[in-house]
């Protein structure tokens, strides 16, 4: 049982507390936390404060030198932090393994960039100097989600962090433990109070959001990321906000059925479905569809469901039974709309959290599972009887994050990358992509850059000087 512990202004609280995350694989108990008070997050917020001149003075190289320590640090206790990981939100250990690396890579891009995120000189007269740079814009509220607790968190924290900002870090209440050990191997190399740690679910995000911060970057839900923009435009602070998705993916004809299905199968089940830029809708082109949908089903039953800790699992339980009821329902309340079930789409018997990957057919813009974001092991399909269709359909969504097509027609893939008004367009790959790609979600699906080295700019304002001389 790990007994998380909360960093407040530089000193660890003791350990353990009010909630309990339980294993989503057989419903044990996982993690003792505390919730912290109102009182809690003013002293983390104070304390972030107080450090944050002496920690924006140092030298950039000096700030990348320690997260680089901090990531050599992270990379041995990777076994730990996957285990931690699978046990509070049941992704199998492989990819929590993976998804620890990705975290590591991400803190050294970081620290060797930090260093690097450099201002302009200005063209003035000869007698002046004239200026932009960049400055730490102060006390960083991190606010991150359970899914994929490391990798997320360590791009937020390396990038704030290597700018000369002060960090009050809140990891997701599903896991705790992650962020808690996460914290613990980071702050060893920082000075104290430059990171601190509070735990506890929404309400904490909340009062934090709320507080005297510069910056509010939230990793999360939509409808938690509109409130945190509603309290910013109150306080000031800047939101940053990469939240939830409905993202689509088309099948145009002419596609070979059985590779488009493995690629469906891979970006709606992987990680269950609890993937920000996971497919979460599919338009299939009338020609493709009856095979492509006989391939889907076939591959959802070659996948094997089971706890994450047993490396023969393909699909880990949901993180909770809470989320699972809410998957549940959208795959209800769709086949009582008239979706026809093909595989999967029932809650099994026992302990754990389990939800088999599951295809709805015969699916209207109108249900829930097309419209909002289901994040779980469910592809809901629509047949269109063309590519025009198929665009205006994908594009037509609450939410902006990204899309894929899978089309052997090269004007259909420049279309839709032009046309379709998301952050991310891909082409015959549902993951993948050049190192440090970046892109602005668009509509209910955040502000800003999240990541890359725009999130270093994100971090930091910047500042004009214009010296003179003063007169002889
Ligand atoms: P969530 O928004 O419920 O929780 C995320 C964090 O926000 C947690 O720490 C939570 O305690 C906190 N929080 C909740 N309500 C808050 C409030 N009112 N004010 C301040 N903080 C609050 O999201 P989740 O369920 O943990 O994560 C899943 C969501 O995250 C999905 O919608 C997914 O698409 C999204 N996500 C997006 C990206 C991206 O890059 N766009 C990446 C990963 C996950």
């Given at each position: 049982m790990y007994e998380v512990e909360q960093l407040i202004d530089g000193a660890w609280s003791p350990g353990g507390g009010d909630l309990t995350v339980r294993?989503?694989?057989?419903?044990q108990p996982v993690s003792r936390v505390p919730v912290a008070s109102p009182a809690d997050v003013d002293a983390a917020v104070k304390g972030a404060r107080e450090a944050a001149p002496a920690w924006a003075r140092m030298a950039p190289a000096d700030r990348g030198a320690a997260l680089r320590r901090a990531a050599d640090a992270v990379e041995s206790a990777a076994d730990r932090l996957a285990e931690a990981i699978t046990a509070e939100m049941g992704k199998p250990l492989e990819g929590a393994r993976a998804s620890v690396d990705a975290g590591v890579g991400t803190l050294r891009q970081y620290a060797e960039l930090g260093p690097l995120h450099r201002g302009a000189a200005l063209a003035g007269g000869a007698d002046t100097v004239d200026l932009m740079a960049h400055e730490p814009r102060g006390v960083v509220a991190v606010i991150t989600p359970w899914n994929d607790p490391v990798a997320v968190s360590c791009g937020l924290l390396g990038a704030a962090l290597v700018t000369g900002n002060t960090v009050v870090y809140k990891p997701s209440e599903r896991t705790p433990a992650t962020g808690w050990l996460l914290a613990r191997l980071l702050n060893e190399y920082?000075?104290?109070?430059?990171l601190s740690l509070l735990t506890g679910g929404g309400e904490v995000g909340a009062a934090l959001a709320g507080h005297e911060v510069d910056v509010v970057a939230h990793v999360g839900s939509t409808a938690a990321g509109r409130s945190i923009a509603a309290a910013c435009a109150r306080t000031g602070a800047k939101a940053l906000l990469e939240n939830g998705g409905s993202d689509p993916l088309i099948v145009d004809e002419n596609v070979d059925p059985q590779w488009a299905a493995e690629q469906v199968a891979l970006g709606a089940f992987a990680n269950s479905g609890q993937i920000?830029?996971?497919?979460?809708r599919v338009y299939a082109h009338r020609a493709t569809a009856p095979q492509f949908l006989a391939a889907l089903v076939q591959e959802c039953h070659e996948l094997r469901v089971g706890?994450?800790?047993?490396?023969?699992?393909?699909l880990g339980p949901l993180v909770d039974r809470r989320h699972r009821d809410h998957v549940h329902a959208q795959v209800t309340e769709a086949v009582s709309e008239g979706a026809r079930l093909l595989c999967g789409g029932t809650v099994p018997e026992g302990p754990g959290a389990y939800y088999a990957p599951t295809v709805l057919a015969?699916?209207?813009?109108?249900m829930a599972v097309m419209?909002?974001?289901?994040?779980?092991p469910v592809a809901p399909v629509m047949v269109v009887n063309s590519f025009d269709e198929a665009l205006s359909r994908a594009a037509d969504s609450p939410y902006g994050l990204a899309a894929t097509v899978l089309t052997a027609d090269w004007e259909h893939a420049q279309r839709a990358w032009r046309e379709l008004p998301v952050g991310t367009v891909k082409v015959n790959a549902v993951f993948g992509g050049a190192p440090g790609g970046a892109a602005h979600p668009r509509r209910g699906s955040?502000?800003?850059?999240?990541?890359?080295?725009?999130l270093l700019d994100e971090m930091t304002v910047v500042k004009v000087g214009h010296l003179a001389q003063p007169p002889h």
């Open positions: 294993d989503p694989a057989d419903g920082l000075p104290a109070r430059v920000c830029v996971a497919v979460e706890p994450g800790r047993d490396p023969r699992t393909d015969d699916c209207t813009d109108e419209r909002e974001e289901t994040f779980g955040g502000q800003g850059f999240g990541y890359g080295p725009e």
